[in-house]
């Protein structure tokens, strides 16, 4: 074999992935489709600072530090919730995934880009290595002891082995998003969090500060509410419903953003063999708000974390089963409850958000309800601690 593994996939799961493997001595071939790490961008860079520390990240990747929550439902009121630490951070995203490319150069991981990964190797019924081709055409052909699909929303070679959902049962959002300039913000520490059917059909929309005047302003919707409709339409009458225009009134847009988030379920089966899916190849982000970073991130490093354990100590790859059991324990323990909300809120009306966003509100007034609001946007909430943020309106949680 060429390598001990070949990622698939240069975002932040394929990289992190490679990191894990790495650390522990696997000799790991990465390949990247774009010239660029970060590049396109897909998605807001919403996270929570913990990976700063965890991932020995600089402060210059930080856009913003976030210390509070706006949240507005249909009816136009603004619900803050305050924090008495740092809820968040918004990343500059393409120097996220250069951040993590140069710290898995650091530890020998080899890297190709400008090369996409088109199918994989078959040899006498098991998988060998992948076929690669660069955009001047140039084809490949490399082998490997573990494939990873790191490939995202296409799962290019999920797909290929077969181990992919039929495509009405995975649900998804779709998003969009502009990075505009003198966006008129007037807590820059807060984020903003836009509901209604109107605003955001089967999703939310959002307004994120970066350094400066910038901000990140867009929306996700369900695809089973697009209708036909190209998501040009939602993001014209997003930037038009009241709150945000009053924002954006004198903003202009400098850069766009388009994604397709796979929200859940997370696919039952996605090792198999000497086969890993990671990240939104294997549908892992967070079903709740659509974090993907995060979730991700830490996936990859506990599949990176199995896989070098394996190659060092001579495992076979049936060890590779350890992968979801620990990503079962270690990040989803909670994931059935999570896709639960998730799939209730898509239901909720817009009278339903009107009386629902102002009980979150008053019930993050206190510094329990904070600490549990906290960790319903962390996503480490348990159903007694979501019960108990409302009696009153428990019943849209419950399983």
């Not at 086969?275 to 996936?299: A, K, W």
Request: with cysteine; glycine share 12%; charged share 25%.
């Amino acid at each position: 074999m060429d390598h001990d593994l070949i990622v698939c996939g240069g975002g932040p799961a394929g990289l992190c992935t490679a990191i894990g493997a790495a650390e522990g001595g696997a000799d790991v071939l990465l390949i990247e489709r774009s010239k660029v790490f970060g590049e396109p961008v897909h998605d807001s860079g919403g996270s929570f600072s913990g990976i700063l520390e965890e991932w020995d990240l600089p402060e210059r990747i930080v856009a913003r530090r976030i210390l509070g929550t706006n949240l507005i439902p249909p009816s136009g009121e603004v619900i803050t919730i305050d924090h008495t630490e740092p809820l968040g951070i918004i990343l500059e995203r393409r120097e996220l995934n250069k951040e993590l490319a140069k710290k898995a150069s650091s530890l020998g991981v080899r890297i190709r880009i400008d090369e996409r990964v088109v199918a994989p190797i078959i040899d006498g019924g098991s998988l060998t290595g992948v076929r690669s081709v660069t955009s001047e055409g140039v084809e490949s052909e490399t082998t490997g002891k573990v494939i990873v699909d790191a490939t995202g929303v296409g799962a290019v070679l999920t797909r290929a082995m077969g181990m992919y959902p039929e495509p009405v049962k995975v649900q998804r959002v779709l998003g969009c998003q502009y990075e505009m300039a003198d966006v008129d913000i007037e807590n820059r520490d807060h984020i903003d969090l836009i509901f209604g059917n109107r605003v955001a059909p089967g999703a939310y929309g959002w307004i994120f500060p970066k350094s400066g005047n910038t901000a990140i302003v867009g929306l996700g919707i369900h695809e089973n509410r697009i209708r036909d409709r190209p998501l040009g339409f939602f993001l014209k009458r997003f930037l038009e419903t009241e709150y945000v225009a009053k924002a954006v009134k004198d903003a202009q847009p400098i850069e766009y953003h388009a994604g397709v988030f796979p929200v859940g379920p997370m696919f039952k089966s996605y090792v198999r063999g000497n086969f890993v899916s990671i990240g939104d190849s294997g549908c892992q982000g967070s079903p709740h708000l659509g974090e993907g970073i995060r979730f991700v991130m830490y996936n990859g490093r506990i599949a990176g974390q199995v896989i070098g354990e394996m190659v060092k100590e001579g495992r076979d790859e049936d060890d590779l089963m350890r992968i979801p059991k620990r990503i079962k324990k270690e990040v989803y323990p909670n994931y059935k409850l999570l896709f639960n909300i998730y799939k209730k809120a898509i239901t909720l009306t817009d009278d339903h958000w009107n009386k629902v966003l102002p009980v979150i509100g008053r019930y993050a007034q206190s510094e329990k309800g904070r600490q549990r609001v906290y960790k319903f946007f962390y996503g480490s909430i348990t159903l007694r601690e979501m019960m108990g943020m409302s009696k009153e309106y428990a019943f849209a949680f419950r399983k």
